[in-house]
């Protein structure tokens, strides 16, 4: 797993379905802790992935030298943001038998 000094987060792969994920203390005071999945999301998969309890974040970039930083898509987010968008992380993985 490695870590960023730049914005405290963690890159790594989910255990279960191995897709790749961003952590990040996100937030006033680094309040809130988020983990998003790195696939980007159309408008349309947006609203259905959207929940109370899974947001959508915008994963800003400012260029080669900079690492990603997570912000949330609410209130203020502007509609023709250039920026890949992702949801929180929610694992579904494939039942497993004891038998």
Do not use: Y
Not at 10 to 33: F, H, K, N
Request: proline fraction near 11%; charged fraction near 20%; hydrophobic fraction near 30%.
């Amino acid at each position: 797993m490695a870590r960023s000094r730049a914005t405290g987060a963690d890159d790594s792969r989910c255990p279960s379905c191995e897709a790749p994920l961003l952590t990040q203390w996100v937030g006033d005071r680094a309040a809130l802790r988020v983990t998003v999945a790195l696939r980007s999301l159309t408008p349309e998969q947006q609203a259905a992935a959207r929940t109370p309890n899974r947001l959508i974040w915008c994963l800003k970039t400012g260029g080669p030298h900079s690492s990603p930083r997570l912000r949330w898509t609410g209130r203020t987010h502007p509609t023709d943001c250039p920026h890949p968008h992702v949801a929180e992380h929610h694992c579904n993985p494939e039942p497993t038998t004891l038998f």
